[in-house]
C-alpha cells in the first residue's frame, strides 16, 4: 500500500511540467478556427513584456485549410497566414514558435519586400517577379535572428528552428535538388547557420558567441 502511494506520488510529481505544460492543438481533424485561436494567444504571450508587445496583440492571424507549406507574413496589413499543410510538419511546440516567430519577425523589424510584381509581359497575363536576392537574404536572417532572441527568452529549444526548418526544406524538395539557384542558395545558408547555432549550444550551452 505504501509503495502504492509513493509511486502514485512520484507519477504526479512528473506528469505535473507536463500538464502545465502548453500543447499544440490536434491536426486531425484539423480545426483552423482552434489554431488561430492558439497562435493568436501564443503569439502574445511569446511578446509580452516586450518592446513588440503591442504589435503582436494587433496582428491578425489566418491559418488555411491548404495542404501547400507556406508561412507567409505581410507587415503592411499586420497579418500573418500559415497553411495547414505547413502545420502537418510540425512535431512539436517549439518548432511551432519558430515559424509564428519567424513570421511576426518580418513585421516587427519591417524591412522593405524583396519580391515585386511586375506586370506580365507576355499573353499569359500572369505577373511575374522580381526578386532582389540580397535584399530577401537579408530579411530572412533577420527574421532567423529575431526568432533566436524570442525562443531563448521563452525557453524553448533553438535547436527546433533547426529541426523543423531542415524537415520543410526536406518537404519541399530542396535538400536533394542538384541544381542549386540563388533562392535555395539563401535557404541552405539559413539551415546551415541554425545549424551552427544549435550545435554550438549544445556544445557551450548557449547559441551565441562571445
Ligand atoms: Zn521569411
Same mark, same amino acid.
Given at each position: 500500500?505504501?509503495?502504492?502511494?509513493?509511486?502514485?506520488?512520484?507519477?504526479?510529481?512528473?506528469?505535473?511540467?507536463?500538464?502545465?505544460?502548453?500543447?499544440?492543438?490536434?491536426?486531425?481533424?484539423?480545426?483552423?478556427?482552434?489554431?488561430?485561436?492558439?497562435?493568436?494567444?501564443?503569439?502574445?504571450?511569446?511578446?509580452?513584456?516586450?518592446?513588440?508587445?503591442?504589435?503582436?496583440?494587433?496582428?491578425?492571424?489566418?491559418?488555411?485549410? %491548404?495542404?501547400? $507549406?507556406? @508561412?507567409?507574413?505581410?507587415? =503592411?496589413? +499586420?497579418? *500573418?497566414?500559415?497553411?495547414?499543410?505547413?502545420?502537418?510538419?510540425?512535431?512539436?511546440?517549439?518548432?511551432?514558435?519558430?515559424?509564428?516567430?519567424?513570421?511576426?519577425?518580418?513585421?516587427?523589424?519591417?524591412?522593405?519586400?524583396?519580391?515585386?510584381?511586375?506586370?506580365?509581359?507576355?499573353?499569359?497575363?500572369?505577373?511575374?517577379?522580381?526578386?532582389?536576392?540580397?535584399?530577401?537574404?537579408?530579411?530572412?536572417?533577420?527574421?532567423?535572428?529575431?526568432?533566436?532572441?524570442?525562443?531563448?527568452?521563452?525557453?524553448?529549444?533553438?535547436?527546433?528552428?533547426?529541426?523543423?526548418? %531542415?524537415?520543410? $526544406?526536406? @518537404?519541399?524538395?530542396?535538400? =536533394?535538388? +542538384?541544381? *542549386?539557384?540563388?533562392?535555395?542558395?539563401?535557404?541552405?545558408?539559413?539551415?546551415?547557420?541554425?545549424?551552427?547555432?544549435?550545435?554550438?549550444?549544445?556544445?557551450?550551452?548557449?547559441?551565441?558567441?562571445?
Amino acid at each position: 500500500m505504501k509503495r502504492i502511494f509513493f509511486t502514485s506520488v512520484m507519477l504526479l510529481l512528473f506528469a505535473l511540467p507536463v500538464f502545465t505544460q502548453v500543447q499544440l492543438p490536434a491536426k486531425e481533424p484539423f480545426v483552423a478556427k482552434k489554431w488561430q485561436e492558439f497562435t493568436q494567444k501564443l503569439l502574445s504571450d511569446l511578446e509580452k513584456g516586450t518592446e513588440y508587445e503591442k504589435l503582436a496583440s494587433e496582428v491578425k492571424i489566418e491559418i488555411t485549410n %491548404e495542404d501547400t $507549406l507556406d @508561412a507567409n507574413s505581410d507587415s =503592411s496589413l +499586420k497579418t *500573418i497566414q500559415i497553411d495547414k499543410g505547413r502545420i502537418g510538419l510540425v512535431t512539436n511546440m517549439a518548432q511551432y514558435v519558430a515559424i509564428v516567430a519567424h513570421e511576426f519577425g518580418h513585421i516587427a523589424l519591417d524591412f522593405p519586400l524583396a519580391e515585386t510584381y511586375i506586370p506580365a509581359t507576355g499573353d499569359s497575363g500572369v505577373p511575374d517577379v522580381s526578386t532582389d536576392y540580397d535584399l530577401l537574404r537579408k530579411n530572412e536572417k533577420a527574421a532567423d535572428e529575431f526568432v533566436v532572441e524570442v525562443m531563448e527568452r521563452n525557453h524553448y529549444d533553438i535547436c527546433d528552428q533547426y529541426e523543423g526548418f %531542415e524537415k520543410l $526544406l526536406e @518537404a519541399k524538395g530542396v535538400l =536533394s535538388k +542538384k541544381e *542549386i539557384g540563388p533562392k535555395n542558395k539563401i535557404l541552405w545558408e539559413r539551415l546551415l547557420i541554425m545549424n551552427d547555432r544549435c550545435s554550438r549550444k549544445l556544445m557551450f550551452g548557449k547559441s551565441t558567441q562571445n
